[in-house]
């Protein structure tokens, strides 16, 4: 991935490891617009930062895609790079009839909105020189974590739909990159549930992000350790055992 010089739309942008990517990627000279449901934020992330610029959208909410689409096809029609970090993460007791809700929330914001604004969005990205999607994950796809059953289970779908992606795109000669994010565990406001503007530590801290994709632009998938200062690649290269 190019990491300069592009026009990035970042769902989820106004907190958490969605806002640490808009600073990150604002700082590096990219144009940058960070979409959230609250307005307040937006407008208080645009003012401590000129240049970035913020949009209102809720990705659960097909109509609200379809208006943020037309928004940014008229203000920004350079945009080759939509980064799909919107989520929701909360505890969940499958014993407890309630909490269907709960799940239905977590399908409908983590996997339909991703795959709505991926619909919705890779018209305007077509054509465009290092065109981009990248999907923001979990770890948790690939280990659950038994409290947050569904969005464990949405993540390791978007995981899935990452790689069927990348294959219809590659196979179409799009000249589109698929990148699919995998961070480490971090405070996020869809865990705690807080209302304040508050970047993920793991995108601020240190450059592993834009390190890693300057070092291997043809990466696919990022895997950030919590124990090291780089990021890695997930799964790890295979290795060769014996039997005994």
Known sequence: MKMTGNTILITGGSSGIGLGLALRLHEAGNKVIVAGRRKELLDEITAEHPGID?????????????RAREMVAASHPGLNVLVNNAGIMLRENLLDPADLTVAEDHVATNLLGTIRMTYAFLPLLSGKDDAVVMNVTSALAFVPYASTPTYSATKAALHSFSESLRIQLAGADAGIQVIEIVPPGCARPCWARRTTSTPCPWTTSSPRLSTCCERSPTRRRL??????????????APTTTSSP
């Open 54 to 66: 913020g949009l209102v959208l809720d990705v659960a909410d097909p109509d609200s895609i379809a």
């Open 223 to 236: 895997l950030s350790s919590t124990r090291g200062s780089s990021a890695t690649r997930w799964p790890p």
